[in-house]
């Protein structure tokens, strides 16, 4: 008698299990973690690999060597600007009064326009930033505009 008992047990168990609860959302793989968004957009893969060194995850900078890209005027205004800082680099420039020891490196030659469009209107969105969107043909202009010129 017991040995069905436990059989019986042992079948009700397999079917708890296989069957999950009815959840069909896959398992996330344990390197990711938990509280990161489903999928970075093309413009955030960029910015991790690129910009987060210096300018953070949360877009806050690093005091007086690297400014914050949250709620910076140039990041919420006009895309020329902004677009001209990510092509050629900047250097020595106070930003709202405070002067960063840091450059900022020159992408002209390390990204495409592509991931430049996307990794600006992803900072332009990001961390309560409302820039307006950047296209192609901004970027393309941008990047005719040689430094200093
Ligand atoms: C090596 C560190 C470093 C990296 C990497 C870097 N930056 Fe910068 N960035 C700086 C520094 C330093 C400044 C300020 C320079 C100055 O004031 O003269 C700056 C300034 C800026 C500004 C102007 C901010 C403002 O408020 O005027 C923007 C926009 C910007 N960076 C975007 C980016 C983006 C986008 C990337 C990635 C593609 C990136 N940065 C990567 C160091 C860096």
């Given at each position: 008698m017991s040995y069905f008992k436990v059989l019986f047990s042992a079948i009700a168990l397999t079917l708890l299990v296989s069957c999950g609860g009815g959840s069909s959302t896959p398992q996330t793989p344990a390197a990711t973690p938990p509280a990161a968004a489903a999928t970075p957009s093309a413009g955030e893969k960029v910015?991790?690999?690129?910009?987060?060194?210096c300018h953070a995850k949360?877009?806050?900078?690093?005091?007086?060597?690297?400014?914050?890209?949250?709620?910076?005027?140039?990041?919420n205004g006009p895309a020329a600007p902004m677009l001209a800082v990510i092509f050629n680099g900047l250097q020595g420039e106070e930003i709202d009064g405070v002067k960063y020891s840091m450059a900022m490196t020159p992408y002209r030659d390390i990204l495409s326009d592509e991931q430049i469009r996307d990794v600006t209107n992803y900072v332009r969105t990001a961390w309560g930033?409302?820039?307006?969107?950047?296209?192609?043909?901004?970027?393309?202009?941008?990047?005719?505009?040689?430094?200093?010129?």
């Open positions: 910015y991790i690999t690129y910009c987060v060194a949360n877009g806050k900078g690093i005091e007086n060597m690297y400014p914050p890209l949250a709620g910076s005027r140039r990041v930033n409302s820039g307006s969107s950047v296209s192609m043909e901004d970027v393309a202009t941008a990047r005719a505009k040689k430094p200093g010129a």
